[in-house]
């Protein structure tokens, strides 16, 4: 189904004024897709270290 002219105009008002939101949400899709799709188990492992280690630094910030 198409966007009318209006909704394409709220699209694009809601993208310009939550740019850095919009930017982590594609950020967080790539990375959910790269994870489920196409990464080989050396690449999981990889991440996993490195999910581990962001773990335990936002816990830190948490105190």
Request: glycine fraction near 2%; charged fraction near 40%; avoid cysteine.
């Amino acid at each position: 189904m198409a966007e009318t002219k209006s909704q394409k105009k709220a699209s694009q008002k809601w993208n310009e004024k939550n740019r850095a939101h919009r930017s982590y949400l594609t950020a967080r899709s790539s990375a959910r897709g790269f994870i489920r799709n196409k990464a080989t188990l050396d690449d999981l492992n990889e991440l996993q270290e490195l999910i581990n280690k962001r773990f335990e630094e936002l816990k830190k910030l948490d105190i």
